[in-house]
T-cell receptor, first 116, second 110 residues
Framework: EAQVTQNPRYLITVTGKKLTVTCSQN?????MSWYRQDPGLGLRQIYY???????DKGDVPEGYKVSRKEKRNFPLILESPSPNQTSLYFC???FGTGGSGANVLTFGAGSRLTVL | QKEVEQNSGPLSVPEGAIASLNCTYS??????FFWYRQYSGKSPELIMF????GDKEDGRFTAQLNKASQYVSLLIRDSQPSDSATYLC??????????FGAGTRLFVKA
């Protein structure tokens, strides 16, 4: 089944304790992206990647890191989480090039993170 | 700041009616436009995408694009209670960023 898999789905942590949210896709997509979703603010892009070793900042990158060492994986790293990073996080992927249909995003199930 | 704006709603329509959802975008370079549906606690899923001016129909759904007015809409005909969800409008420019609106909550009353 074609899918984007995120882990963990739920996590409660404390301020300053480094954590990684993993994201993996099995569709051979070139484009991958991380979003956070907060009430009233919609989906805001954190980082995206056009291909292996190619990443760029989205609209809210502060406090986050990413890496793209393999095409299928795009982990989101919070080096020193703070309470304002409490949010619902979505990983998404698409083919990324070609016609407009190639830009359709497939989302993971989401990871709800609480930072105390 | 490139933006996509939507009325947050909620928009309430009776079962069987037409629901009309609207969206405007600020970046004239936007080329592709998407409507995603998101049920509470779930991830967004694509309903339709459109990139040419005019209408695009898929079953009960019609997307409309007017690039001159920087306006995108989604019509849902014969609305059903199962259509109750948040509808996200998104725009993608020639670069690689997809910008989402905050979403419109739709309630379809049985």
């Amino acid at each position: 089944e074609a899918q984007v898999t995120q882990n963990p789905r739920y996590l409660i942590t404390v301020t300053g304790k480094k954590l990684t949210v993993t994201c993996s896709q099995n569709m051979n997509h070139e484009y991958m992206s991380w979003y956070r979703q907060d009430p009233g603010l919609g989906l805001r892009q954190i980082y995206y990647s056009m291909n292996v070793e190619v990443t760029d900042k989205g609209d809210v990158p502060e406090g986050y890191k990413v890496s793209r060492k393999e095409k299928r994986n795009f982990p989101l790293i919070l080096e020193s989480p703070s309470p304002n990073q409490t949010s619902l996080y979505f990983c998404a992927s698409s083919f990324g090039t070609g016609g407009s249909g190639a830009n359709v995003l497939t989302f993971g199930a989401g990871s709800r993170l609480t930072v105390l | 700041q490139k933006e996509v704006e939507q009325n947050s709603g909620p928009l309430s329509v009776p079962e069987g009616a037409i629901a009309s959802l609207n969206c405007t975008y600020s970046d004239r370079g936007s080329q592709s436009f998407f409507w995603y549906r998101q049920y509470s606690g779930k991830s967004p899923e694509l309903i339709m995408f459109i990139y040419s001016n005019g209408d695009k129909e898929d079953g009960r759904f019609t997307a409309q694009l007017n690039k001159a007015s920087q306006y995108v809409s989604l019509l849902i005909r014969d609305s059903q209670p199962s259509d109750s969800a948040t509808y996200l409008c998104a725009a993608r420019a020639g670069g690689f960023k997809t910008i989402f609106g905050a979403g419109t909550r739709l309630f379809v009353k049985a």
